[in-house]
């Protein structure tokens, strides 16, 4: 048990299709980030929320989009899902010792 | 951010120490070395992390050099659920931004 929780576990979608993924992380995290790690590489790095707005970006299209809300959990949607989104898809707040804090992430599958 | 070079893989039997190193050749002044392992199916774990000065937690010991440019991970006595990939990342430690950029890893097993 991390303290931050993800929701679907697994999650099989068709192309072009939306999709929405839900994170709690603990309370006081006011810092959420969502990393897309595909199979066999590293997480990668989508976007963060300080205080439910968006305030870093990594290399990833608008039709990645998240929101924060105030009792500290947060969700990312993905509009137009295309065969490569399939990925698993992490959540992570900060840990009081400087590091994050992960959750078991949402394994997407697109069709 | 500075980049990092870790070994794709490394075995070590179980009961001996695991010796993980990476290289972080541009790191500036500012940035840590973070150390993060993930177990199948499951998301990164935080191991342990420095500036300078070697670290000791229950976990693992972090071993940076003297001119910072590559630092090792030891985990001092490996069991069989240690087997992982483990991730070394350098990076300004910023309060708020959780921006932390993975590489490929160090795939390591432990056998019996």
């Known amino acids: 048990e991390t303290g931050v929780t993800q929701s679907p576990t697994h999650l099989i979608k068709t192309r072009g299709q939306q999709v929405t993924l839900r994170c709690s992380s603990q309370s006081g995290h006011n810092t959420v980030s969502w990393y897309q790690q595909a199979l066999g590489q590293g997480p990668q790095f989508i976007f963060q929320?300080?205080?439910?707005?968006?305030?870093g970006r990594g290399n990833f299209p608008p039709r990645f989009s998240g929101l924060q809300f105030p009792n500290y959990s947060s969700e990312l949607n993905v509009n137009a899902l295309e065969l490569d989104d399939s990925a698993l898809y992490l959540c992570?707040?900060?840990?009081?010792?400087?590091?994050?804090?992960f959750g078991s992430g949402t394994r997407l599958t697109v069709v | 951010d500075a980049k990092t070079t870790q070994p794709p893989s490394m075995d070590c039997a179980e009961g001996r120490a695991a010796n993980l190193p990476c290289n972080h050749s541009t790191i500036s002044g500012n940035e840590y070395v973070y150390w993060y392992r993930q177990i199948h199916s499951q998301g990164p774990q935080y191991i342990i992390h420095?500036?300078?000065n070697n670290e000791t937690n229950e976990m693992a010991s972090l071993i940076i050099t003297e001119d910072r440019k590559s630092s090792t991970l030891i985990l001092p006595h490996a069991t069989l659920r240690d087997t992982a990939v483990y991730y070394c990342?350098?990076?300004?430690?910023?309060?708020?931004?959780?921006?932390?950029?993975f590489g490929a890893g160090t795939r390591l097993t432990v056998k019996p």
């Open positions: 929320y300080y205080r439910e707005e968006e305030n």
């Open positions: 420095g500036l300078k």
């Open positions: 992570a707040s900060r840990h009081p010792s400087w590091g994050y804090t």
């Open positions: 990342i350098v990076r300004v430690a910023d309060y708020n931004n959780n921006d932390m950029r």
